[in-house]
């Protein structure tokens, strides 16, 4: 396989985002002898200006850390909640039979900074005043627009309000790549929470403009809900793959659902790489474990069965349903999305496996006026109907599609690793396990590689075609037509495939080694 470019490698750390600027301003922290902690909070605040389709300080936040200590790693959960009107009577009278993908009723509490803070409290070794700095120049002088950005402007102009609009195509005028984009009130917003501390972000100014203007425009949060925002430490779900021990943040998200893909393929022959027998595997594995998303929802309020879930029994269950040359065609769903994925580790033994998101590309479409802030649309994922377990309540989490992912070896952290893509991120994120576990690729190589997915996602694993990037062989296509999967061929590294990074913390040698998406505008930088 040709690779796109060099796998990054050091001797003192590593860090990979999808955007240059956003890795550039997280391997200054690295060189200034800050932690992998500090170096991706400064470069998620850099994504949020130079991404700010997929992220920003109006999303919320999953961070699974692994310490200096060798204790195990833990989960923050930095994920907002609905508010406190938020009933299936009040979405009715309202007009709506489901949650709306955009507008107010969409939005949930922004959980990032908040996220930022905590994290910086128990592990940082920087200030966030500091590490928001490269983020405050970029959003106040500007910075070039990729591509990804002019494309995400055009196709967001049709849910944008003025805000959002007069930020993003001032006068109606769309930027060509490399046309300078400035967004001065995030800016100032940004130098107001370095300034003063993140609760302006809650309990603060902005957190009171946010939820006034929710309440302004019909939602179910008031600045009362914006204040009382939490987040908090958990333990990380986890299974046993080829000898790693594979973590991933716990319910209100689904990440565990690649977990129990993995642990499902733990003891089968998967061929070669990329071949229709590591394919159809893979993707029936992914099919027995959507078959529980449903279970899936903020632990607050029901009981999650994460043990029987990721438990070596129920994996034994799947690998009993498996057909090993025929596709099955079990009732799934998903939705598509976005969002952004960065890691990070150092030679103190500290690693991050880092996910900030809208939701979808613009999330509500809302920028909340003189604040700059763009909200998100996570509150789209919650269900209306009577017995959903993740039917909307007030101050309730929705089921989340964020993912990142850690595996360990001999209780030391091996890699950090995750994507962006909304409900196809469990796909990308089973075929980077395999890639990095099982095939023994390097960062670099597991990210070059073909990926399949599921075109339509909003079809499902079994319901939709069996997506195939270009890059796969003619006969593994026809191998698996013959199996029953129904073929979509698609353009080579293709963007709604999810854009990955990955940090390889390789133990023996004491060398860090990482890579970056192709589908993206990201690098992987090392020292």
């Not at 950005?149 to 930027?175: E, K």
């Not at 992912?405 to 030391?412: E, P, T």
């Not at 079994?462 to 061929?489: N, S, T, W, Y």
Request: include cysteine; charge should be negative; aromatic fraction near 6%.
């Amino acid at each position: 396989m040709t690779l796109t470019r060099s796998t990054a490698m050091g001797l003192n750390g590593a860090i990979s985002t999808p955007h240059y600027l956003a890795s550039a301003a997280g391997l200054r922290v690295l060189q200034d002898g800050g932690n992998a902690l500090d170096a991706c909070i400064a470069a998620c605040a850099v994504l949020g200006v130079t991404w700010p389709q997929m992220c920003g300080v109006g999303g919320d936040m999953f961070v699974l850390i692994s310490r200096p200590d060798g204790s195990r790693p833990i989960v923050l959960n930095a994920s907002g909640r609905s508010g406190s009107k938020a009933t299936p009577d009040f979405f009715h009278a309202a007009g709506h039979d489901h949650a709306p993908d955009r507008g107010p009723f969409s939005v949930v509490v922004p959980g990032c900074v908040h996220g930022w803070n905590m994290a910086l409290e128990r592990f940082g070794t920087r200030e966030l005043r500091t590490l928001l700095q490269p983020a405050i120049g970029f959003a106040e002088n500007g910075f070039p627009a990729s591509r990804y950005l002019v494309n995400a402007i055009n196709g967001g102009l049709r849910v944008f309000n003025d805000a959002a609009r007069d930020t993003f195509a001032p006068g109606g005028q769309v930027p060509r790549p490399g046309d300078v984009v400035r967004n001065p009130a995030l800016a100032r917003t940004l130098r107001r929470i370095a300034q003063d501390g993140p609760t302006v972000m809650y309990d603060g100014p902005v957190g009171k403009a946010v939820g006034d203007f929710l309440e302004s425009v019909g939602g179910h949060h008031t600045a009362d809900d914006i204040a009382a925002h939490s987040s908090e430490w958990v333990q990380p779900a986890q299974i046993d793959f080829d000898g790693y021990e594979v973590c991933a943040v716990p319910p209100n998200s689904q990440a565990l659902l690649h977990l129990m893909a993995l642990a499902v393929l733990d003891t089968l022959d998967l061929g070669d790489p990329q071949s229709a027998q590591a394919t159809h595997l893979q993707v029936e594995a992914m099919k027995y474990a959507f078959r529980d998303q449903r279970l899936i929802a903020d632990p607050t309020f029901v009981d999650v069965p994460v043990e029987r879930l990721t438990s070596r029994e129920h994996a034994a269950e799947g690998r009993a349903q498996l057909q090993m040359d025929r596709a099955s065609r079990p009732a799934i769903g998903v939705t598509a999305g976005d969002t952004v994925y960065l890691c990070a580790a150092d030679r103190d033994g500290t690693a991050v496996s880092m996910i900030q998101s809208l939701r979808q590309s613009w999330g509500s479409g809302l920028m909340v006026p003189e604040v700059g802030v763009v909200l998100n649309d996570r509150g789209r994922d919650f269900g209306l109907e009577d017995g959903d377990p993740n039917q909307i309540a007030p101050r309730k989490r929705p089921r989340h599609t964020l993912s990142p992912g850690m595996a360990l070896r001999d209780g030391k952290p091996a890699f950090v690793y995750g994507t962006r893509g909304g409900d196809g991120q469990p796909f990308t994120m089973l075929q980077l396990g395999c890639n990095l576990m099982r095939f023994g690729l390097d960062p670099q190589e597991a990210l070059d590689a073909p990926r399949w997915s599921v075109e339509p996602q909003a079809a499902g694993p079994a319901k939709g075609d069996l997506a195939l990037e270009g890059r796969f062989a003619a006969e593994v296509r026809v191998e698996l037509q013959a199996m029953g999967h129904p073929i979509v061929e698609l353009e080579d590294f293709d963007f709604n495939l999810g854009t990955s990074c990955i940090v390889q913390i390789d133990q023996e040698r004491g060398v860090f080694l990482a890579g970056a998406d192709p589908r993206g505008d990201g690098v992987a930088l090392a020292l």
